[in-house]
């Protein structure tokens, strides 16, 4: 099924949508700190989610989409910061970096496995793709419920009495949200790397599985980079992972060739692998238990914020420029990212130190 739309708005309705919700995830965050629960915010937020997804069976026009897009965006951000929060009062000592490793590898399972399942029904059974997304909320639901029966508080069962405020958090917490914000200005919406593989020629039909390669790398390596993470510190991993991703972007731009777009994804898999963990897991160590759910809130939205400018700059330059240049502009932010984050990493140790 086609809808239609120019590469300016696919970036546009992936920018606006999480770029809208996130601003959820300050709010519940810093709302999961103060009344000290989370789960009530993670069944909210899976639940909406779950009710959407059959809706897009529907769906003929780009704007239903950014409709749909956008109520979903909220449930993700209603639930993202008290999830973290959740798995970061969960965590045994010295054990950070593994969790959130896990919870990376966890995640990206389910981006593997669910379209492998809806691979194998559509080529199984004479359904189409309104029945795969009616029956997709079968797994949503029975998340909510797993969450309702399985999953444990850690804070506090009481309401805190104690104020919440942004200024207790510590200035190296923000500075490492600036060097998130430079990053975040030039990682836009995966939707193009995709759209720059199919002008290499390549049958959209092997497209899902060459996206693929990308979470399957990263399920693969997020546990023991997550363990790595623990041993040698979360900062040179973050800044290994941002050199990947300039080189990444750099060959993207250069080159228009399946071979080496299927390398890339496997480095891009890399990437992921080295920094989403590693970046929870440095929120988790420099942030106190109490504010734990407002920190991780504040990296969510400042991401999610950052994603409308990015992915409007990397659509405008895909269709006002060429096909290259959103990928080098990636790649310098990138590179910008990664001298901030070696100044980043100095100035903690400093700290450490005194």
Request: net charge positive; proline share 3%; glycine share 8%.
């Amino acid at each position: 099924m086609s809808i239609g739309a120019s590469k300016t708005t696919i970036s546009g309705i992936e920018g606006i949508a999480e770029s809208t919700a996130s601003l959820l995830k300050a709010f519940s965050g810093y709302w999961s700190d103060k009344i000290g629960k989370n789960k009530p915010f993670m069944i909210f937020g899976y639940g909406l989610s779950a009710i959407i997804t059959p809706f897009y069976a529907f769906v003929g026009l780009p704007i239903q989409i950014l409709y749909l897009r956008f109520i979903e965006r909220i449930g993700k951000g209603i639930r993202t910061a008290p999830r973290d929060s959740l798995i970061s009062g969960s965590i045994k000592k010295n054990e950070t970096g593994k969790n959130f490793g896990f919870h990376k590898a966890m995640d990206n399972s389910g981006a593997i496995i669910g379209p492998l399942l809806a691979f194998f029904l559509l080529y199984l059974f004479p359904l189409n793709y309104t029945n795969i997304f009616l029956i997709s909320a079968i797994p949503s639901l029975i998340g909510v419920f797993t969450i309702i029966l399985f999953v444990k508080e850690t804070k506090n069962t009481k309401k805190s009495t104690n104020k919440v405020s942004f200024k207790q958090l510590p200035k190296k917490f923000y500075f490492f949200l600036i060097i998130i914000f430079v990053f975040s200005l030039g990682n836009s919406t995966d939707a193009l790397l995709i759209v720059k593989t199919t002008e290499t020629g390549i049958n959209t039909l092997y497209i899902p599985f060459i996206y693929m390669i990308f979470n399957a790398t990263s399920v693969i390596l997020a546990i023991p980079l997550g363990k790595l993470s623990d041993k040698i510190g979360r900062e040179i991993l973050i800044i290994f992972g941002f050199i990947i991703y300039a080189i990444v972007y750099f060959i993207f731009g250069k080159f228009n060739n399946i071979n080496i777009f299927i390398f890339s994804f496997i480095l891009y898999g890399f990437y992921s692998a080295l920094t989403d963990g590693s970046q929870k897991a440095i929120i988790s160590d420099i942030i106190q238990k109490d504010l734990k759910g407002t920190g991780f809130g504040i990296y969510h939205a400042i991401i999610g914020i950052t994603l409308l400018p990015a992915s409007l700059i990397a659509g405008l330059l895909y269709d006002k420029v060429n096909s290259n240049a959103p990928f080098y502009f990636g790649s310098t932010m990138a590179l910008i990212a990664t001298i901030l984050m070696i100044i980043f990493t100095v100035y903690n140790h400093k700290t450490y130190k005194t």
